[in-house]
Antibody
Framework: QLQLQESGSGLVKPSQTLSLTCAVS??????????WSWIRQPPGKGLEWIGY???????YYNPSLKSRVTILVDRSKNQFSLKLSSVTAADTAVYYC?????????WGQGTLVTVSS | DIQMTQSPSSLSGSVGDRVTITCQAS??????LNWYQQKPGKAPKLLIY???TLETGVPSRFSGSGSGTDFTFTISSLQPEDVATYYC?????????FGQGTKVEIK
């Protein structure tokens, strides 16, 4: 059974870089065809798609965040990561990692990241 | 970006009621429309993909239809465990985008 688990800093200061990792178990991140994505949800609000990476390393980022986002894959550790730079309070959200084919059948449980000094 | 507009934003029904949510895309997305259920404090759960395909293990009271720009999600007989927020999501054009959500409650 595929499982995804987010980890990382829960509190980030404004202007700093948010860093999260998604550990994948029960399956290989190198299995073909799937994208590995980050999606976020500000408290009490809807879902925003951040971007994805394929096991090959190819990426696509939401243009609304593109200048600040980096998604990387570490095949040796079977995990992928998110870095979001120059954060503000507007980046406070629950961050989810997910595996998809355009639709997301597997999600992590989510991790709350708060941007505050 | 493709804008996804859900309606209504919230609804309340009795147990056993038929409940319908609509999702309209700002441009043609063919059949590439998914529906998720999200309960408080939990990750979204995929219910339907490609407009009408039921994800494995999802009860048959959930269904979806539509293509192009107009889509419908139906719960044929509302159950107490269906209390949640439901989201549509398109994946015809990058970036993938979600509707704003529809909160479903029991009267």
């Amino acid at each position: 059974q595929l499982q995804l688990q987010e980890s990382g800093s829960g509190l980030v200061k404004p202007s700093q870089t948010l860093s999260l990792t998604c550990a994948v178990s029960g399956g290989s991140i190198s299995s073909g065809g799937y994208s590995w994505s980050w999606i976020r949800q500000p408290p009490g609000k809807g879902l925003e798609w951040i971007g994805y990476i394929y096991h090959s390393g190819s990426t696509y980022y939401n243009p609304s965040l593109k200048s600040r986002v980096t998604i990387l894959v570490d095949r040796s550790k079977n995990q992928f990561s998110l870095k979001l730079s120059s954060v503000t309070a507007a980046d406070t959200a629950v961050y989810y990692c997910a595996r998809g084919l355009g639709y997301y059948g597997h999600w992590g449980q989510g991790t709350l990241v708060t941007v505050s000094s | 970006d493709i804008q996804m507009t859900q309606s209504p934003s919230s609804l309340s029904g009795s147990v056993g009621d038929r409940v319908t949510i609509t999702c309209q895309a700002s441009q043609d997305i063919r059949k590439y429309l998914n529906w998720y259920q999200q309960k408080p404090g939990k990750a979204p759960k995929l219910l339907i993909y490609d407009a009408s395909t039921l994800e494995t293990g999802v009860p048959s009271r959930f269904s979806g239809s539509g293509s192009g720009t107009d889509f419908t999600f139906t719960i044929s007989s509302l159950q107490p465990e269906d209390v949640a927020t439901y989201y549509c999501q398109q994946y015809n054009n990058l970036p993938w985008t979600f509707g704003q959500g529809t909160k479903v409650e029991i009267k």
